[in-house]
């Protein structure tokens, strides 16, 4: 059977009907290609996304229903095997993350803010998923790897309660990826418009390389 699959040169909209999604961070990306290559020679995926982020680590994520997205992983990891550096699969992702990973960043709508820092990209979508499943909120910004050293960010507004409990459930499932976490019940103002921007300090003065 032909795969459906889309290249990241071949961009498409992301199909939001699509069940499953998978990331596969690697360490190495020689090995990453390797893998990426591996996943869409091995089953019909909907889209494939692939890349480098900071600090020289590989990204290869992959959209499409349960079966195919699942034969896909199990041949990332096969072919990345000591270089895995994490891996994620979500065979019912929250249509917030994959909003959150096509569309970007979306307006603090509330006071209340919940952040979740976590060592590995995956980890991050990990946590944001749990966070939307888990209580009533938005998320505001799914921050992955580059200008963070590798690391991954997810950003919860609402209510403070229901923000508390998106935090709960997206700490519990980082475990040992998670970095730090915080609430902040009363975000100030100018704080707020500081963080609905790209979060990179140089930007604030139009550093062209920063």
């Known amino acids: 059977m032909e795969a459906r699959h889309q290249l990241e040169s071949d961009f498409v909209s992301p199909n939001l009907t699509d ?4 990331l596969l961070e690697f360490d190495s990306i020689a090995v990453g290609i390797e893998a990426g ?13 692939a890349g480098t982020i900071q600090p020289g680590h590989y990204l290869v994520l992959v ?15 096969e072919m990345g095997q000591d270089c895995l550096r994490d891996a994620l699969f979500l065979p019912n992702v929250h249509p917030g993350v994959v909003n959150a ?16 820092e976590t060592g590995t990209v995956a980890t ?9 499943k888990g ?6 910004q799914l921050r992955l790897g580059d200008g963070l050293g590798g690391k ?27 970095f730090r976490h915080a609430i902040i019940s009363q975000l100030d103002g100018e704080m707020k418009e500081n963080v609905e921007g790209d979060g990179r300090f140089g930007s604030r003065f139009n550093w062209e390389n920063f």
């Not at 991050?124 to 939307?132: Q, S, T, V």
């Open 19 to 22: 069940p499953a999604l998978a």
């Open 37 to 49: 290559d591996a996943m869409i020679k091995q089953a019909p995926v909907t889209q494939i996304h």
């Open 63 to 77: 959209t499409g229903d349960v079966a195919s997205v699942e034969e896909a992983v199990k041949a990332g990891r």
């Open 101 to 116: 990973l096509y569309n970007g960043r979306h307006p603090i709508k509330s006071e209340a803010l919940g952040i979740v």
């Open 124 to 132: 991050a979508i990990r946590a944001a998923d749990a966070g939307l």
């Open 135 to 140: 209580a009533e909120v938005t998320l505001a």
């Open 152 to 178: 991954g960010l997810a950003l919860f507004t609402g209510l403070v309660a229901d923000v508390e409990a998106a935090v709960e459930m997206g700490t519990a499932v980082a475990q040992d990826q998670l």
